[in-house]
Structure formats: structure tokens, C-alpha cells
């Protein structure tokens, strides 16, 4: 069993910048998949990032590449999506998730096993 615990979320304006943050109680998986998805309301909730932990290979969402970046840090266990140049549109609940098993970088929900609280991120224009 794997726990994630979010951080960071707030109230930004369109432009600015917000970094959250998500720790692993545990990485012993070789193939894990730490994630970021996101729901605004009435909507599904869609991948934003991904790194495989080992590789340290990345995987982003077309409408964030360029301006979102997630990073892994060992000593801690966790793993950063740095938001840049925010947009009212990225306003949504953040979640952290984790996939084991894949040999890719899975972007479906349903590919992935545990999943952090949430995080609310607020953009205003």
C-alpha cells in the first residue's frame, strides 16, 4: 500500500505560479509511475504530468507542456509539479497518483493504483 499526501494548492492569479508537491509514504516498486491529474468541476478528470521514478522519464498533457514540470526527489519521496504561467482554465482539484507495472508512462486514470486526497488550485483572471 502506497500513501500520497498532497500539498501546495492556493489562489493564484493567471500568470503566476504554484508548485505542489506529493510524498510517497513508500517507493519500493520498480516500474512506479508517480502522476498528476486533475477534475474541475463538472468535468472528468484528466491527466496533467507524469515521471517513471526510476528513468526519470516525463509525460505531459498537451495543454500544459511548456509551462507545467514535474520532478522527482529521492531523498524525499516526492514528487513536484512546478506550475508556470497559470491559467483560469487550470483551475481544478490536483491529485497525485501512482501507477506500478506498466513499462510506459500511463495517462488513463484507470491505469493508475493509488491516489493522493486532492489539492485545490485556484486561478483567477
Known amino acids: 500500500q502506497v500513501r500520497l499526501v498532497e500539498s501546495g494548492g492556493g489562489l493564484v492569479q493567471a500568470g503566476g505560479s504554484l508548485r505542489l508537491s506529493c510524498v510517497a509514504s513508500e517507493i519500493t516498486f520498480s516500474s512506479l509511475v508517480m502522476g498528476w491529474f486533475r477534475q474541475a468541476p463538472g468535468k472528468e478528470r484528466e491527466f496533467v504530468a507524469a515521471?517513471?521514478?526510476?528513468?526519470?522519464?516525463?509525460s505531459y498533457a498537451d495543454s500544459v507542456s511548456g509551462r507545467f514540470t514535474i520532478s522527482r526527489d529521492y531523498a524525499k519521496n516526492s514528487v513536484d509539479l512546478l506550475m508556470n504561467s497559470l491559467k483560469p482554465e487550470d483551475t481544478a482539484v490536483y491529485y497525485c497518483?501512482?501507477?506500478?507495472?506498466?513499462?510506459?508512462?500511463?495517462?488513463?486514470?484507470?491505469?493508475?493504483?493509488?491516489w493522493g486526497q486532492g489539492t485545490q488550485v485556484t486561478v483567477s483572471s
Open positions: 497518483a501512482a501507477a506500478v507495472g506498466y513499462p510506459g508512462i500511463p495517462t488513463r486514470s484507470s491505469e493508475y493504483n493509488y
Open positions: 515521471i517513471r521514478w526510476n528513468s526519470g522519464s516525463t
